[in-house]
């Protein structure tokens, strides 16, 4: 159902974007200052890296989109905030895609600790699955749309 008589997705404007991206860096870092503190050194690395990539990915997206609109994919408009109504369905289809695993993977991992299965192992493999469900589920629902 189109809507064009209220926008869906307006352009961000550039100090709304670049402020956006200076909250993430300082949650980044909090974050691993945290992890750092309380005894973990790589994994405060790994966060901090990781967080980073994110942010240049963002960033790498924002310039492509800006630069060539037609030639960036639905993650790149996404993730300069310059997503179009048909990005945003497919980003909507994906995360119902993912909730629905949410809810079978959290109901499974729930049933296994009755099996004496380690609880922080699933607790810490839940993230890694749910962000290869999202991979998978935004591919598949891109190119059916």
Do not use: C, N
Not at 102 to 121: K, N, Q, Y
């Amino acid at each position: 159902m189109s809507t064009p008589d209220r926008p869906i997705a307006a352009p961000k404007t550039t100090a709304t974007w670049y402020l956006r991206i200076a909250a993430a860096v300082v949650v980044d870092l909090g974050l691993a200052l945290v992890v750092d503190s309380a005894g973990h050194p790589d994994a405060a690395a790994g966060v901090a890296v990781g967080g980073m990539v994110v942010v240049a990915l963002a960033a790498v997206g924002r310039w492509r989109s800006a630069r060539a609109a037609d030639a960036a994919g639905p993650a790149a408009r996404l993730a300069a905030g310059r997503a179009d109504e048909r990005d945003l369905r497919v980003r909507q289809g994906a995360l119902a895609v993912v909730g629905k695993v949410a809810l079978g993977v959290s109901g499974l991992a729930s049933a296994a600790t009755f099996l004496d299965v380690d609880a922080t192992a699933m607790v810490r493999t839940m993230p890694f699955v749910l962000v290869l469900t999202m991979a998978a589920a935004f591919v598949v629902v891109d190119r059916r749309s």
